[in-house]
């Protein structure tokens, strides 16, 4: 256990390299201008936020009955005021002077020269709230211990080890922020031009995520920049991590398991035994199943079924709305369609939600919208046409021939020369 507590520390180190925590990195940065102990109140208010919501967001959802999209909007809230607050100086003033007024009814209990420590606090709570991160194995495990209820030494340690590591990185960047701020006279002068562009820099990290804007920002940065997704794969996708995860995995109810996400992998795995079938999965040369099951279809005035698509060229995307990987594909699938529909491609999307939330027929409506989706997409809420093709990974992507057989199949992101080529191969069949 002692290295699974190590990893989980380096993981937690290197989240600052993850596009999740990015929209609060300027945020930290400028907020930390003020007295030299804020930084440290930064990094321990988001330590601290961020470790009791891990905790306990799960198990309150297993208590209460209520959407959790609610925390993004609140996160969206808070990122919009604080943005506001930048530019409007009145704003701020006012805050800051609610702050020094919540300061200085502890200053009973702490010491008074404080030097901005409670305000960094209150300010980090805040993002702790806010910053929803990646979850790659190791924080999916702690996410999905705390959700049933284990609560033993090692779900503290593993939580101990990830926050500690994860203040590291933040106090540093807080600290350089406090000392640009505070001693480079050059930019001291213009602090408040600065703030007010930060303040426009929050504002629309705050509409991208109202919007979901920002998982197509992540998905553009991990294929820019591949080696961020390669750091996690060291750190969380080796043997000794995944044998002492399986360990931890063991004391579980099957149940209880849902879905575990790798982008080094560009996929996500279903982990539910309910959301598994037995069986062998289907594999290139198999007959491709009808989609039976399907709750309704969206994006189109008919059903579809394959029999009636018999001597068309199909490409079938399984995905999830929130799903960063399935939003990748998403383009690609675009491409295709006005590139080869005249040709006998059809392009059919299944989706098929990762969790409860998604089976929002309304948000998964503003779903297509938002992605300008210009295909027909079937709703399987049920998971029955995914049981049917024995699927495993969001997004998986299959090519079915003119016969009805399939032709190629892709588990994740990625792999689009292939899958083009396969495509035109398909469709030149006879």
Same mark, same amino acid.
């Given at each position: 256990?002692?290295?699974?507590?190590?990893?989980?520390?380096?993981?937690?180190?290197?989240?600052?390299?993850?596009?999740?925590?990015?929209?609060?990195?300027?945020?930290?940065?400028?907020?930390?201008?003020?007295?030299?102990?804020?930084?440290?109140?930064?990094?321990?208010?988001?330590?601290?936020?961020?470790?009791?919501?891990?905790?306990?967001?799960?198990?309150? %959802?297993?208590?209460?009955? !209520?959407?959790? @999209?609610?925390?993004?909007?609140?996160?969206? #809230? *808070?990122? +919009? $005021? &604080?943005?506001?607050?930048?530019?409007?100086?009145?704003?701020?003033?006012?805050?800051?002077?609610?702050?020094?007024?919540?300061?200085?009814?502890?200053?009973?209990?702490?010491?008074?020269?404080?030097?901005?420590?409670?305000?960094?606090?209150?300010?980090?709570?805040?993002?702790?709230?806010?910053?929803?991160?990646?979850?790659?194995?190791?924080?999916?495990?702690?996410?999905?211990?705390?959700?049933?209820?284990? %609560?033993?030494?090692?779900? !503290?340690?593993? @939580?101990?080890?990830?926050?500690?590591?994860? #203040? *590291?990185? +933040? $106090? &540093?960047?807080?600290?350089?922020?406090?000392?640009?701020?505070?001693?480079?006279?050059?930019?001291?002068?213009?602090?408040?031009?600065?703030?007010?562009?930060?303040?426009?820099?929050?504002?629309?990290?705050?509409?991208?995520?109202?919007?979901?804007?920002?998982?197509?920002?992540?998905s553009q940065i991990y294929k820019i920049f591949p080696q961020l997704s390669e750091v996690t794969r060291v750190i969380e996708n080796n043997k000794i991590v995944e044998k002492e995860l399986e360990e931890i995995h063991k004391t579980l109810n099957e149940e209880e398991q849902s879905v575990v996400c790798r982008a080094d992998q560009g996929r996500c795995e279903a982990t539910n035994k309910d959301l598994v079938s037995s069986g062998k999965p289907l594999e290139v040369g198999n007959k491709a199943p009808e989609l039976t099951g399907l709750t309704e279809w969206l994006n189109t005035d008919k059903e579809y079924s394959?029999?009636?698509?018999?001597?068309?060229?199909?490409?079938?995307?399984?995905?999830?709305?929130?799903?960063?990987?399935?939003?990748?594909?998403?383009?690609?699938?675009?491409?295709?369609?006005?590139?080869?529909?005249?040709?006998?491609?059809?392009?059919?999307?299944?989706?098929?939600?990762?969790?409860?939330?998604?089976?929002?027929?309304?948000?998964?409506?503003?779903?297509?919208?938002?992605?300008?989706?210009?295909?027909?997409?079937?709703?399987?809420?049920?998971?029955?046409?995914?049981?049917?093709?024995?699927?495993?990974?969001?997004?998986?992507?299959?090519?079915?021939?003119?016969?009805?057989?399939?032709?190629?199949?892709?588990?994740?992101?990625?792999?689009?020369?292939?899958?083009?080529?396969?495509?035109?191969?398909?469709?030149?069949?006879?």
């Amino acid at each position: 256990m002692i290295l699974l507590y190590l990893f989980t520390f380096l993981a937690g180190l290197t989240t600052i390299l993850s596009p999740c925590i990015w929209p609060i990195l300027p945020i930290i940065f400028i907020t930390a201008s003020g007295g030299k102990k804020k930084p440290i109140g930064i990094a321990i208010g988001v330590s601290i936020s961020f470790a009791i919501l891990t905790l306990l967001v799960s198990y309150l %959802l297993k208590i209460f009955s !209520f959407d959790p @999209i609610i925390f993004r909007y609140i996160a969206v #809230a *808070i990122l +919009l $005021f &604080l943005g506001i607050s930048l530019i409007v100086p009145k704003i701020m003033a006012w805050f800051e002077s609610g702050v020094s007024k919540l300061s200085s009814k502890f200053s009973h209990y702490t010491n008074s020269n404080s030097e901005g420590l409670w305000a960094g606090l209150v300010t980090g709570l805040a993002l702790g709230v806010v910053w929803t991160p990646c979850a790659g194995p190791i924080l999916a495990t702690i996410a999905t211990l705390a959700s049933t209820q284990i %609560l033993n030494t090692t779900i !503290f340690i593993m @939580i101990g080890a990830f926050t500690l590591g994860l #203040a *590291i990185p +933040l $106090f &540093l960047l807080a600290l350089f922020g406090n000392k640009i701020t505070n001693k480079t006279k050059s930019i001291s002068k213009h602090t408040g031009q600065i703030q007010k562009v930060f303040g426009v820099i929050i504002v629309l990290i705050s509409i991208s995520i109202a919007t979901n804007f920002d998982l197509i920002l992540q998905s553009q940065i991990y294929k820019i920049f591949p080696q961020l997704s390669e750091v996690t794969r060291v750190i969380e996708n080796n043997k000794i991590v995944e044998k002492e995860l399986e360990e931890i995995h063991k004391t579980l109810n099957e149940e209880e398991q849902s879905v575990v996400c790798r982008a080094d992998q560009g996929r996500c795995e279903a982990t539910n035994k309910d959301l598994v079938s037995s069986g062998k999965p289907l594999e290139v040369g198999n007959k491709a199943p009808e989609l039976t099951g399907l709750t309704e279809w969206l994006n189109t005035d008919k059903e579809y079924s394959l029999n009636d698509l018999n001597g068309k060229v199909v490409v079938l995307e399984f995905w999830s709305m929130d799903c960063v990987n399935c939003v990748d594909v998403i383009p690609h699938l675009k491409k295709y369609k006005a590139m080869y529909s005249d040709d006998g491609l059809v392009v059919l999307g299944i989706h098929t939600p990762e969790f409860k939330p998604e089976k929002n027929s309304n948000r998964l409506k503003n779903a297509i919208r938002r992605y300008k989706i210009d295909y027909p997409v079937g709703v399987d809420n049920d998971y029955k046409v995914w049981k049917t093709y024995k699927n495993k990974y969001w997004p998986t992507i299959y090519v079915i021939g003119k016969d009805g057989t399939i032709v190629y199949k892709h588990e994740g992101r990625d792999n689009y020369n292939q899958l083009q080529t396969q495509i035109e191969k398909a469709l030149h069949q006879l």
